[in-house]
């Protein structure tokens, strides 16, 4: 892209920011407050946000709370934990009323993930909307290690289906439907222009729902892991910017696709609506305090999706700013 294309792009870019900080400002009618509404207990509906002690997810956690969830603000660290759950509550208006709880949880652990599904079952017998958020990255700047590949894909992929495979039998059924949303990238598009899977059969066959299946995504995952111990990848096969970390969240899309499909036909009032969505490029520890957001704005396009009115929720797609983008 040209100077001129560049410049072009950022203006786009800026004003895209501006309409959605103008968005933001405008309140939800009470009849698009889906989760006032519940007709059985408990009367405020249940958010868990994965990854919630900072960053995007705190953001994400806090934004719910104000908007009247309970939120369970979920994360590996108890310290850490228990101080956003306090931050958030007491960095409330006085009048905002906001309900925030604290809990354990590591999203590569799948006895932590299985204690939590028991608890939120005991606790709230179960859960409205999912933010699987929790995410790493050991890549920044111009880097491009894959030192780190076995965690960025646990994490990032494995952790978020855990999450996923583990919650989806707690979500309630309810008329408008239970949410959750999987925090991407658009690093992870399976055509992106700059970062991209060389092999074009293999991008084809993630892009086709007849051929997308779980059995695809974990080949293509332990291809790639192999490759990286014997040191044989090459940024020519797999994306050539934080490619682990790329692939992760290319494997994060291809699931959400996958399971988007597999809950397309439930029964009425079992709906469950699964979306992804790319923050932007976000100040945060992630990147070092880089980027061109605030997590707070970052945050909003999962906020949103969440939070969707019944009548506009959307199931299977990719998001950013408030509006769908490619795979
Ligand atoms: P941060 O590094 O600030 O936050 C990441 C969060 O994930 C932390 O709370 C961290 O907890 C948590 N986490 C990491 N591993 C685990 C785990 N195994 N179990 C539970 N929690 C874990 O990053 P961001 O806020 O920027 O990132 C949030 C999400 O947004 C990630 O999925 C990221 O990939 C995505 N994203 C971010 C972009 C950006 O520009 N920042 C761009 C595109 C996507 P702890 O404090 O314990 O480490």
Known sequence: MGKKGKEAARERREQRRREVTHLRTVPYEPHQRWWDHLERAPARAVAVVTGANRGIGFEAARQLALHGLHVVVASRDA????????????????????????RQLDVADAASVEAFAAWAAQT???????????????????????????QVVETNYYGTKRMIDAMIPLMKPSPFGGRIVN???????????????????????????????????????VKF???????????????????????????????????????????????????????????????????????????????????????????????????????
């Not at 850490?80 to 509550?89: D, H, L, T, Y």
């Open 79 to 102: 310290e850490r934990g228990q101080a956003a759950a306090e931050r958030i509550r007491t960095e409330a208006p006085g009048d905002a009323g906001v309900s925030v709880e604290w």
């Open 124 to 150: 709230h017998g179960g859960i409205h909307v999912l933010v699987n958020n929790a995410g790493v990255n050991f890549s920044k700047g111009a880097d491009n290690s894959v030192e780190f590949a076995e």
């Open 183 to 221: 925090v991407s990238s658009r690093l992870g598009r399976v055509n992106g222009r700059r970062n991209r899977i060389g092999d074009v059969s293999l991008r084809d066959w993630l892009l086709n729902d007849d051929c997308l299946s779980e059995q695809l995504i974990d080949e293509m995952l």
């Open 225 to 327: 892991l192999e490759q990286v111990k014997q040191g044989t990848w090459s940024s020519n096969q797999w994306p050539q910017m934080y490619t682990d970390y790329s692939v992760s969240k290319l494997a994060v899309n291809a699931y959400t696709r996958l399971m988007a499909r597999r809950l397309s036909d439930p029964s009425e009032g079992e709906k469950i609506y699964i979306n992804c969505f790319c923050p932007g490029w976000v100040k945060t520890e992630m990147t070092g305090w880089e980027g061109n957001i605030s997590a707070e704005e970052g945050a909003d396009t999962g906020v949103w999706l969440a939070l969707l009115p019944q009548e506009q929720a959307t199931n299977g797609k990719f998001f950013a700013e408030r509006r769908e983008i490619s795979f």
